[in-house]
């Protein structure tokens, strides 16, 4: 019966109907699954596949991803983990792009899409994928990459003449002084759409940015670093088509008179829906007014505005459906957010600084009321990120009750209070998840004493469906990570910190995580040499083990251990602050 039913599935449609098929279906999990039906559709998913994301760089090998999917077109490719963003990771970790530069420009005679995160991707890199794929390239993005400089960018700008998208996000590029390779984009490139080098410290003279605009007549968006707003009039006058914009600055500023600057008659363009400014202030916020009411985004992350700010820009834009900010936006910023932005999918709170410099007033902290504020008041979120100075059951349980739509949920307890409202927080926790049932990624970083060892085993027994999960300070034993890890069947990364765990139990945690690929722990009660790690031994399982760092405070220079399937095996690129516990080098 199931032979039968097994040809019929591999023969019985005929190709060009499954290929008419496939072209519908891009979700990698989907195809993952029409892959594993039989060794026919495995090869036709093979030869159809365009598009591919390799979360760790060192899990398998530009060859080998050659020969399973020769007819790439697009390619994203991640490197360090994701603790190097907050430098946690030694300098030196690894993460060369060298290798899969020169494989991708070899083989791969469809790439015209290449995304690449948190990789060291050198200027010789660079010119060997200009060399093979400058006629093609049409987005390449060097997402919070280093180790190029802007000659590259200028070689870039000057070869690549079908790129619509270069993204140079919170990279480090030597040399940022030079912004020629912005006047070789302007000169070169008439069909550019995203111009992307937000954070990046690259210096752009408001000359070369006006240029840009005036000859890529398609473009849309554009996120710059520091420069003065007052510059950049005649290119807000310029373009018909920009959409989003992030960058420029507020610094003061004052007029031949001796004034200070009057924004009052600043200009967008009617098409702007999305904007993010630096250092912008009360003063300057007045700007936004006119043009509140067709934004579907705004950052304010970087402003200097206060609680009541937030408040006086938020309720003109009914139309929101992304908004960034930090905590200074209070309790009564988010129930401002509750009571006009209807249509939010996306709301980020980070992490203002402890000392706000007098911007917060006594409403500028978020805390439980706040949550179910918004939780009751936007019932599209699909994406929430918060950092919280308190917090309670309650608020858990009602996002649990009205946020249906989560798909990704994270929540970081700070330790500005000396004491929480509530602990432990295992049956808000459980309502939670109870209830968001779409969720994919949960993130749940507290205090000691917030979610116990009863709370863990909620976390495993009810994540059901979600693939990513960082927690910090949890449980209170060994026993409430083994009864975590009897659940969690979808889950595929797990990132730990600041937990009293054994490495004995991570390790057979490890071993019950069935579907786990990818684990990182930092802060647990490490061995000095990691030795009870090896008991989650198994083929294709790479661990290394990162010793504490006698340079640097705790905890940042705790140990840590790094566990990841590979098909590609050892390393052989291991700094001295990386010992091979598996594979042995």
């Known amino acids: 019966m199931s032979g039968h039913l097994g040809r019929t599935m591999s023969f019985g449609i005929p190709d060009l109907a499954l290929g008419l098929v496939l072209n519908y279906v891009d979700d990698p999990w989907d195809r993952d699954a029409i892959s594993l039906v039989c060794r ?21 090998t530009p060859a080998r991803l050659f020969r399973r999917f020769p007819c790439l077109e697009s390619l994203k490719l991640k490197a360090k983990p994701r603790a190097a963003m907050f430098n946690l990771i ?19 005679s469809c790439l015209k899409m290449l995304h690449l995160r948190r990789m060291i991707v050198s200027d010789e890199d660079l010119a060997v994928l200009v060399r093979a794929k400058a006629h093609m390239l049409v987005s390449l993005k060097l997402d919070r990459c280093s180790g190029f400089s802007t000659l590259s960018l200028a070689l870039i700008a000057r070869s690549c003449k079908k790129l619509d998208t270069l993204l140079l996000d ?55 670093s520091e420069c ?22 507020f610094e003061y500023y004052l007029d031949q008179g001796g004034q200070s ?23 300057e916020m007045q700007i936004l007014f006119p043009y509140c009411a067709a934004l579907k985004k705004l950052d304010l992350t970087f402003t200097f505005l206060t609680t009541e700010d937030h408040c006086q820009l938020v309720q003109r ?44 007033d006594e409403y500028g902290r978020v805390t439980h009321v706040g949550l179910m504020a918004v939780a009751e008041g936007c019932p599209d979120l699909q994406y929430w990120a918060v950092h919280v100075s308190d917090i309670t059951n309650a608020a858990l349980e009602a996002i649990g009750t009205y946020s249906k739509n989560l798909n990704d949920f994270r929540l970081v307890l700070l330790d500005r209070q000396p004491q929480i409202t509530e602990m432990p927080l295992d049956n808000g926790v459980r309502a939670l998840l109870s209830g968001c049932t779409k969720l994919r990624r949960f993130a749940f ?9 009863l709370g863990l085993s909620y976390v495993g027994e009810l994540s059901k469906t979600i693939r990513y999960m960082l927690l910090g300070n949890v449980g209170s034993s060994d026993d409430g990570l083994l009864a975590f890890a009897r659940g969690c069947p979808s889950l595929q990364k797990l990132e730990l910190r600041s937990c009293c765990f054994s490495e004995r139990a991570i390790a057979l945690a490890a071993l019950q995580l069935k579907s786990l690929r990818y684990l990182w722990v930092q802060g647990y009660r490490a061995s000095p040499t990691g030795g009870e ?25 705790q140990a840590q251990i790094l566990a990841y399937y590979s098909l590609a095996g050892a390393r052989t690129d291991l700094p001295p602050s990386v010992i091979p516990l598996h594979p042995s080098v």
């Open 40 to 60: 026919h559709w495995n090869r036709f998913d093979a030869q159809s596949r365009k598009h591919v994301t390799i979360a760790m760089a060192y899990s398998t």
């Open 533 to 557: 790690l090896m008991a989650m031994v198994r083929p294709f399982w790479n661990i290394e083990f990162i010793a504490p760092s006698q340079s640097q405070p705790s905890p940042e220079g």
């Open 261 to 283: 600057r009057n924004y009052n008659n600043y200009y967008f363009p009617p098409s702007i829906q999305r904007l993010s400014f630096l250092y912008m202030g009360t003063n």
């Open 90 to 108: 030694p300098e030196d970790w690894g993460g060369s792009a060298t290798p899969w530069i020169c494989e991708l420009s070899a083989s791969f």
């Open 445 to 453: 970083y507290v205090r000691p004493g917030a979610l116990s060892d």
């Open 228 to 249: 003065s707003m007052p510059h950049l009039i005649d290119l807000f006058r310029t373009t018909e088509t920009l959409q989003e914009f992030a960058g420029g600055s």
């Open 317 to 360: 834009c009914p139309n929101l459906e992304v908004l960034e900010v930090r905590d200074v936006i209070g309790d009564r910023g988010l129930e401002v957010v509750a009571q006009t932005c209807k249509k939010l999918q996306r709301l980020r709170v980070e992490r203002g600084d402890d000392d706000q410099g007098g911007l917060e």
């Open 170 to 224: 919170e990279s480090t590029i030597a040399e940022k002084e030079n912004d020629e390779w912005l006047r070789e984009l302007a000169t070169s490139n008439t069909v550019l759409e995203t111009l992307n080098f937000f954070l990046t410290d690259l210096e752009a003279s408001p000359e070369y940015l006006a240029l840009l605009v005036c000859n890529c007549r398609r473009l849309k968006i554009l996120k710059i």
